[in-house]
C-alpha cells in the first residue's frame, strides 16, 4: 500500500535519512521504534508528505507522489492519510463534534455530512455523550481518542502516528493501543506508528527498527 524508496533526507550537514527503502502492506499495524535521533519521526513525515524527501519516492496505491505540487500533496493529505499525534492538538474553542469534523470540512464536504460522520466515529470511540464538550471538559485519555476520530473522519487509507500514547497513563495507554487494533479490524485501517512504548509495538504486526538513518 505504502512504498518508500531509496529516501534520504539532510538537514545542512546533517544526515538524517540514509537510503531508505521501505513498504508497508494495506491493513498491517507497523512499528517504527529506535533510539532518539535515529529518524523516527523524519520518516513518518516524508511518509505523510508534510515533509519533502532530498531524493527518493514515495508511493501509495501506485500514486506517485515525488512529483505533486505543495497544493496537490495538500488534497491527497486531507483525502489519503490521518495523523495522530503524541499530543490530541484538538482546538480548545470548538466543541469535540466540531473538532472531529474539522478536516471533512477542509476538505469541502458538506456541514451536515461531516458533522454525521464525526458522531459516527465519536460513538465508536465511546465518546457519543461529549459530543457538546470541549476539550479542557474531557480527560487526556478522552481528547485522545477524539483526535484518532478526527484523523479517521475522511476514511483514509493510513493513519500516521508519532508516539500516540506517550502522554497517557498506563490504562489510557492500553485502551489506546486495543483502539487501533479494533479500527484495522472493523475499518480495514492500515497503521504506521513511531513508538517507544514496547507493550504496543511487540503487538504490531511489525517492528521496523531505525539506527542513525538507517533500517537495521
Given at each position: 500500500?505504502i512504498?518508500?524508496?531509496?529516501?534520504?533526507?539532510s538537514?545542512?550537514?546533517?544526515?538524517?535519512?540514509?537510503?531508505i527503502?521501505?513498504?508497508?502492506?494495506?491493513?498491517?499495524?507497523?512499528?517504527?521504534?529506535?533510539?532518539?535521533g535515529a529518524?523516527?519521526?523524519?520518516?513518518l513525515?516524508?511518509m505523510g508528505?508534510?515533509?519533502?524527501?532530498?531524493?527518493g519516492?514515495v508511493?501509495?496505491?501506485?500514486?506517485?507522489l515525488?512529483?505533486?505540487s505543495d497544493?496537490?500533496?495538500?488534497?491527497?493529505?486531507?483525502?489519503?492519510?490521518?495523523?495522530?499525534?503524541?499530543f490530541?492538538r484538538?482546538?480548545?474553542?470548538?466543541?469535540?463534534?466540531?473538532?472531529v469534523?474539522?478536516p471533512?470540512?477542509?476538505?469541502?464536504?458538506?456541514?451536515?455530512?461531516?458533522?454525521a460522520?464525526?458522531?459516527e466515529l465519536?460513538?465508536?470511540m465511546?465518546?457519543?455523550?461529549?459530543?457538546?464538550?470541549?476539550?479542557n471538559?474531557?480527560?487526556?485519555?478522552?481528547?485522545?481518542r477524539a483526535?484518532?476520530?478526527?484523523?479517521l473522519?475522511?476514511?483514509p487509507?493510513?493513519?500516521?502516528?508519532?508516539?500516540?500514547?506517550?502522554?497517557l497513563d498506563s490504562?489510557?495507554?492500553q485502551?489506546l493501543?486495543?483502539?487501533?487494533?479494533?479500527?484495522?479490524?472493523?475499518?480495514?485501517?492500515?497503521?504506521?506508528?513511531?513508538?517507544?512504548?514496547?507493550?504496543l509495538?511487540?503487538n504490531?504486526?511489525?517492528?521496523?527498527?531505525?539506527?542513525?538513518?538507517?533500517?537495521?
Amino acid at each position: 500500500m505504502i512504498q518508500l524508496r531509496d529516501i534520504y533526507k539532510s538537514y545542512g550537514s546533517l544526515s538524517v535519512l540514509k537510503g531508505i527503502s521501505l513498504q508497508i502492506a494495506n491493513g498491517e499495524v507497523a512499528a517504527i521504534v529506535g533510539p532518539s535521533g535515529a529518524g523516527k519521526t523524519t520518516l513518518l513525515q516524508i511518509m505523510g508528505t508534510l515533509e519533502h524527501a532530498d531524493s527518493g519516492t514515495v508511493n501509495y496505491d501506485g500514486t506517485d507522489l515525488a512529483k505533486a505540487s505543495d497544493h496537490e500533496l495538500s488534497r491527497f493529505r486531507n483525502e489519503n492519510i490521518g495523523f495522530v499525534f503524541q499530543f490530541h492538538r484538538l482546538l480548545p474553542e470548538f466543541t469535540l463534534l466540531e473538532n472531529v469534523a474539522m478536516p471533512a470540512l477542509i476538505g469541502g464536504k458538506a456541514r451536515k455530512q461531516s458533522m454525521a460522520r464525526a458522531e459516527e466515529l465519536l460513538k465508536y470511540m465511546g465518546l457519543g455523550s461529549r459530543l457538546t464538550h470541549k476539550p479542557n471538559e474531557l480527560s487526556g485519555g478522552e481528547c485522545q481518542r477524539a483526535a484518532v476520530a478526527r484523523a479517521l473522519v475522511n476514511s483514509p487509507k493510513a493513519v500516521l502516528a508519532d508516539e500516540p500514547s506517550g502522554s497517557l497513563d498506563s490504562k489510557n495507554r492500553q485502551e489506546l493501543h486495543q483502539l487501533f487494533f479494533d479500527l484495522r479490524r472493523d475499518m480495514g485501517i492500515t497503521f504506521v506508528i513511531v513508538t517507544h512504548d514496547e507493550s504496543l509495538s511487540a503487538n504490531c504486526d511489525r517492528i521496523i527498527h531505525l539506527k542513525d538513518g538507517k533500517i537495521i
